[in-house]
């Protein structure tokens, strides 16, 4: 009998166990496959796929670098989609991700996020820490990450970053940092929680399709493995 229970509490450790294990892996990272519909930006190790206000350079190991000027956009639009990239920032660097950005910059408005943008951050390990909302993954200035998930200076991070419909998530090293539903942001200026964002705009009502962005902040920012894959 003894030995039927241990059995038995085994047996419903070793599934408990299974069952947490499935859940990280479906939280974590996707695998990147070309038959599951997913498309690689930097196929051709050139800027084909891309805009910018400045100069940007890939190697031939398929590393996209800033040089200097402004940022740098995707030719298409997307609406509903999986990002997956890594990055590369300094101490201090700044940089971000710029989702369904629309229209895209020009010489004479550069600041693209001047009236509205929805940006994940990318913030160096020693960067500006204004707030939580500031941070490296944070939805910029609307909602921080819940975990810092950051590596060393000079070290590869991996974002996987979701956009459907109202629906933002964020993940960031392996761990699903930040969830956010736009249609919370129901008035200007103002996050869900009562706190002020800079945005003049109800975040509720930002374009659901656009353009995706890579932002030069005036530091050192590298990219690689740039993914994306459009959702139905």
Not at 37 to 50: I, Q
Not at 55 to 73: A, C
Not at 180 to 201: F, H, I, R, S, V
Not at 204 to 222: E, N, T
Request: proline letters at 6%; a positive charge.
């Amino acid at each position: 009998m003894k030995r039927s229970v241990a059995y038995l509490s085994v047996a419903i450790g070793l599934a408990l166990f299974g069952s947490v294990a499935s859940t990280a892996r479906a939280e974590g990272h996707p695998k990147i496959d070309p038959a599951d519909g997913w498309k690689s930006l930097l196929a051709d190790k050139d800027l084909s796929n891309w805009k910018s206000l400045g100069k940007w350079t890939v190697d031939k190991n398929g590393v996209l670098s800033r040089v200097s000027g402004g940022d740098i956009w995707t030719a298409a639009e997307y609406g509903d989609f999986i990002l997956d990239l890594e990055f590369k920032v300094q101490p201090k660097g700044n940089s971000g991700v710029g989702l369904r950005v629309t229209p895209a910059p020009t010489k004479k408005k550069p600041h693209w996020y001047s009236d509205g943008a929805l940006e994940i951050q990318i913030l160096g390990p020693e960067g500006h820490k204004v707030n939580e909302r500031n941070v490296c993954a944070a939805l910029y200035d609307m909602i921080g990450p819940t975990k810092d998930m950051q590596k060393k200076p000079g070290e590869w991070n991996r974002f996987t970053i979701t956009a459907k419909g109202s629906k933002i998530t964020v993940v960031f090293n392996g761990e699903k940092v930040l969830e956010a539903d736009l249609d919370q942001w129901t008035e200007p200026a103002k996050n869900p929680d009562g706190t002020k964002n800079k945005y003049p705009m109800v975040m509720k009502d930002f374009p659901r399709k656009g353009h995706i962005l890579l932002q030069a902040h005036g530091h050192p920012i590298s990219f690689r493995n740039v993914y994306i894959k459009e959702l139905d």
